[in-house]
Structures are given as C-alpha cells and as structure tokens.
T-cell receptor, first 112, second 115 residues
Framework: GEDVEQSLFLSVREGDSSVINCTYT??????LYWYKQEPGAGLQLLTY?????DMKQDQRLTVLLNKKDKHLSLRIADTQTGDSAIYFCAESRGNGGFKTIFGAGTRLFVKA | GAGVSQSPSNKVTEKGKDVELRCDPI?????LYWYRQSLGQGLEFLIYFQGNSAPDKSGLPSDRFSAERTGGSVSTLTIQRTQQEDSAVYLC?????????????FGPGTRLTVL
C-alpha cells in the first residue's frame, strides 16, 4: 500500500538551514505537499510540487523532488525561531478520486 | 464561517463511555477526512469520505470506531466504549477533491481525554 515516511525530530540553530526529508512509495503520486502545524493550531498547506518538476523555490523555502528515488525534501533557509513547528509531507495522485496520504510529521526545534 | 469547524473543542470522558465528535466541512467540499494525532505518534489516518463512494475505513483502529457523513456534508466520528489509549486530538479536513493539486483544509481539532 501507499506509505509516506519522515523522521520525527529535527533540531537546528537559528540562522542555519533546515532540511526535512520524506520518502514515499506510490509511483503514481502526482502532487507532493508540505503542510505546517504551529503549536496549538491546525495544519496549513505550506507549498506543493507537481511531479514533473524537480525543484520549486518560494522565498526561504526550497522543495526538491527526486522522483526516481521517491524522495522529497523541504529546505528552510535562515531558520528562525518562528519556524518551530511540525512539518508534514503528503502525496496524492491528483485525480480527485484517491485520498491524500500524510507522513507522521517532523517536529522542527529551532534553538536561539 | 469559511473554514472547517469541529465540536466540541475539548471532551473529557470516563473509560467505557461512548463519544461523538462532529465535523462541519467547508461548503462544497466533496472529500472529508478524519485523522488522529497523538503525542509522539504523529498524524494517523482514520477514514475518508469522497462524494457518494463507499468510505475508505482502512485506518480505523478497531470496530469501536465508526463514522458517518450525512447528506454529503456534516460528519460524525463515534468511539464506543472509550479506552485511555483513545486519548488524542482528532482532526477533520475537507477538500474539493478536484483534479490537480488538492489542498486539504483542516479544522482546529477535538482534544479527547479518556480518564
């Protein structure tokens, strides 16, 4: 069955770059997503990438996709304490009939 | 209200009691998901409703858990004979389930505590 895996914790120093990794198993995945959950809040979509792309950049965020290895990463440049949150990787087939599969989430700790 | 709403926001119950959790999705969203989020366990998929199709119940942890979605809108998650390990935050999300990128919109969750 489909599966999305990511490590549970990551700790970085303020100002450093954070890289959160994710692997998935569904070769039919068309869209890969990153969601963010701040403390005490619900999940919100951060960014997504279409499977025919290998990189997407949005200000401090860079998403890299290696479709061959089914590996997705989220890089946060100049990490700030406000970036402390749980980051969820998710994938879908994009045809509206299949559910989106989420990873368990990576908790990012940013040390001042 | 433009977002997904859930009620109650907090529920404390005694072991063995039944509980019902409610989710009001965004109007027009045909897909609805229930997840469970436990400390240290991450986000766990429970059940998925899509239009008039039979729900995907593959994530329900036991037969004590069930969910309904009436009229393609409001959904209720029922946990019978609650156990302490059912304590968690239960999240609901909805989406348009359209072709292409399909953003899920999450509710604030219901925090369930089983004593």
């Amino acid at each position: 069955g489909e599966d999305v895996e990511q490590s549970l914790f990551l700790s970085v120093r303020e100002g450093d770059s954070s890289v959160i990794n994710c692997t998935y198993t569904d070769s039919s995945s068309t869209y890969l997503y990153w969601y963010k959950q701040e403390p005490g809040a619900g999940l919100q979509l951060l960014t997504y990438i279409f499977s025919n792309m290998d990189m997407k950049q949005d200000q401090r965020l860079t998403v890299l996709l290696n479709k061959k290895d089914k590996h997705l990463s989220l890089r946060i440049a100049d990490t700030q304490t406000g970036d402390s949150a749980i980051y969820f990787c998710a994938e879908s087939r994009g045809n509206g009939g299949f559910k989106t599969i989420f990873g368990a989430g990576t908790r990012l700790f940013v040390k001042a | 209200g433009a977002g997904v709403s859930q009620s109650p926001s907090n529920k404390v119950t005694e072991k063995g009691k039944d509980v019902e959790l409610r989710c009001d999705p965004i109007s027009g969203h045909t897909a609805l998901y229930w997840y469970r989020q436990s400390l240290g366990q991450g986000l766990e998929f429970l059940i998925y409703f899509q239009g008039n199709s039979a729900p995907d119940k593959s994530g329900l942890p036991s037969d004590r858990f069930s969910a309904e979605r009436t009229g393609g809108s409001v959904s209720t998650l029922t946990i019978q004979r609650t156990q302490q390990e059912d304590s968690a935050v239960y999240l609901c999300a909805s989406s348009l389930a359209r072709r292409g990128s399909d953003e899920q919109f999450f509710g604030p969750g219901t925090r369930l505590t089983v004593l």
